[in-house]
């Protein structure tokens, strides 16, 4: 069964648009607590890096897309920790317009 299929189901289920609404909302919640969790855990990754090569991520961010750093692996890495943190942080916005 797909995802539509199973909203179809949760429809016919709980006929009545505020219980469904109560429901949709409840399943928000919680991944909305989900990724702030995961959002705590690459600001702490975030902060590591900063202090370790002594600069901002959203300066090392730029600089290294720039090609002003190089290509060691530690910048790749904070590279890809950067930009999952700014997709998170979209969702999480995302979430809460919702609710």
Same mark, same amino acid.
């Given at each position: 069964?797909?995802?539509?299929?199973?909203?179809?189901?949760?429809?016919?289920?709980?006929?009545?648009? %505020?219980?469904?609404?109560? %429901?949709?909302?409840?399943?928000?919640?919680?991944?909305?607590?989900?990724?702030?969790?995961?959002?705590?855990?690459?600001?702490?990754?975030?902060?590591?890096?900063?202090?370790?090569?002594?600069?901002?991520?959203?300066?090392?961010?730029?600089?290294?897309?720039?090609?002003?750093?190089?290509?060691?692996?530690?910048?790749?890495?904070?590279?890809?920790?950067?930009?999952?943190?700014?997709?998170?942080?979209?969702? %999480?916005?995302?979430?809460?317009?919702?609710?």
């Amino acid at each position: 069964m797909d995802t539509a299929d199973k909203l179809e189901v949760l429809r016919e289920t709980f006929s009545d648009k %505020i219980e469904l609404e109560g %429901i949709l909302g409840k399943l928000l919640e919680t991944a909305l607590s989900r990724n702030r969790l995961r959002l705590q855990r690459y600001e702490q990754d975030l902060r590591g890096y900063e202090k370790r090569f002594g600069m901002d991520s959203e300066s090392f961010y730029r600089r290294f897309e720039s090609g002003e750093l190089g290509d060691a692996m530690d910048f790749f890495e904070w590279s890809g920790v950067y930009e999952m943190r700014k997709d998170l942080l979209q969702k %999480i916005r995302r979430i809460e317009a919702t609710l």
